[in-house]
């Protein structure tokens, strides 16, 4: 079965800085996608970016970026220039190839402070 | 229809009653799924349709639960003699199809049902 672990229940940045959202994945599959979507307090869950894992290349998206370690499992979110309407939950997902259900992470609360 | 939608936004139903929560996904999208968001539990599948059937019932979480989709448009999750630990906010999802690559199967989430049982 596969897991989705995001061991930073919280974190908090100052406006302008960087921060960076952990991920660890496991999973036997060869054909997969991650995903990392922000929840504001609205409860929206937006799309935040999306990885498929036959790509090497790191996906962005604007401030948005990724580190994908295949080997390693991991998915890491970047955010430079972090904005005040970047505090939201963040939670990373995990789909098998050719649909079906995505597995979510247990989600790291963003704060980004003036 | 720019996204997807959910009713009620919010439901408090007494404890033992059926509740029904409507989900109307993004026009054109052949997959939908419902999850269940609450503190204890974080976020879970329960459902996934393409089209009218239903490939993974998996995640439904007793036999009080059920869900049905009908002309592969609106979805109707119903929760038969509610409990208490089924408060939780409701989300759907639809994404364009359920295989085709990472664009197709992304999911878009509409607003949730919070559901209060008392």
């Known amino acids: 079965a596969q897991t989705v672990t995001q061991s930073q229940p919280e974190m908090s940045v100052q406006e302008a800085e960087t921060v960076t959202l952990s991920c660890t994945y496991d999973t036997s599959e060869s054909n997969y996608y991650l995903f990392w979507y922000k929840q504001p307090p609205s409860r929206q869950m937006i799309l935040v970016i999306r990885?498929?894992?036959?790509?090497?290349q790191n996906a962005t998206e604007n401030r948005f970026s990724v580190n994908f370690q295949k080997a390693a499992k991991s998915f890491s979110l970047k955010i430079s220039d972090s904005q005040l309407g970047d505090t939201a939950m963040y939670f990373c997902?995990?789909?098998?190839?050719?649909?079906?259900?995505?597995?979510f992470g247990q989600g790291t609360e963003l704060s980004v402070k003036p | 229809g720019a996204g997807v939608s959910q009713s009620p936004s919010n439901k408090v139903t007494e404890k033992g009653k059926d509740v029904e929560l409507r989900c109307d996904p993004i026009s054109g999208h052949t997959a939908l799924y419902w999850y269940r968001q609450s503190l204890g539990q974080g976020l879970e599948f329960l459902i996934y349709f393409q089209g009218n059937s239903a490939p993974d019932k998996s995640g439904l979480p007793s036999d009080r639960f059920s869900a049905e989709r009908t002309g592969g448009s609106v979805s109707t999750l119903t929760i038969q003699r509610t409990q208490q630990e089924d408060s939780a906010v409701y989300l759907c999802?639809?994404?364009?199809?359920?295989?085709?690559?990472?664009?197709?199967?992304?999911?878009?989430f509409g607003p949730g049902t919070r559901l209060l049982v008392l």
């Open positions: 997902a995990f789909m098998r190839g050719r649909g079906g259900k995505l597995i």
């Open positions: 999802a639809s994404s364009l199809r359920a295989s085709g690559g990472a664009l197709q199967e992304t999911q878009y």
């Open positions: 990885q498929e894992a036959y790509k090497q």
